[in-house]
């Protein structure tokens, strides 16, 4: 079942680019979250996307809000993407393919590919319950971030 509008959730634990684990339910305790699932590292839409919430970063922060994204990507790859596009949030890889499943954030098939993430957002308080949800079925249509922004004020 995936991850609906005013219901708690699911909690993970990921790596990040330096390999260290980021519990969902830990970061929750500071604030509110915003989770960005993007398709893969290094591809044109993805790219203009993380650096488009990069130039947006500080906003987003002083809202409360911190931002995590997550791809299949590998942790050394999304390092090295991060790295070059100077991304300032932490990247998280569900190599694995668990969590973007759980969010209902996964296509069966991308590209040739199996289980890759679906672009997506999702606003989750910090009760642990989601507050803005947006999956898109079409990889070249990013979130709006002017309605994350207003999903965060409403806190």
């Given amino acids: 079942m995936p991850a609906e ?4 959730a699911p909690d993970f634990e990921l790596p990040n680019t330096k390999g260290e684990t980021v519990k969902l339910s830990d970061k929750l305790a500071a604030g509110p979250v915003v989770l960005i699932f993007f398709p893969l590292a290094f591809s ?6 993380m650096c488009e919430f990069r130039d947006n970063l500080s906003e987003l922060n002083s809202l409360k809000a911190q931002l995590f994204a997550i791809s299949v990507d590998s942790r050394f790859a999304l390092a090295a993407f991060a790295e070059k596009n100077n991304l300032e949030f ?3 890889s569900d190599f694995n393919k668990e969590v973007s499943k759980a969010y209902g954030a996964q296509y069966e098939t991308f590209l040739g590919l199996n289980g890759v993430a679906k672009r997506s957002a999702f606003v989750i308080d910090k009760e642990g319950v989601i507050r ?3 999956v898109s079925e079409d990889a070249k249509v990013k979130p709006n971030l002017n309605e994350i922004r207003e ?3 409403s806190l």
């Fill in 5 to 8: 509008l005013n219901v708690k």
């Fill in 44 to 49: 044109g839409v993805c790219t203009e996307e």
């Fill in 90 to 92: 932490p990247l998280l």
């Fill in 132 to 134: 803005y949800r947006f």
């Fill in 151 to 153: 999903a965060l004020k």
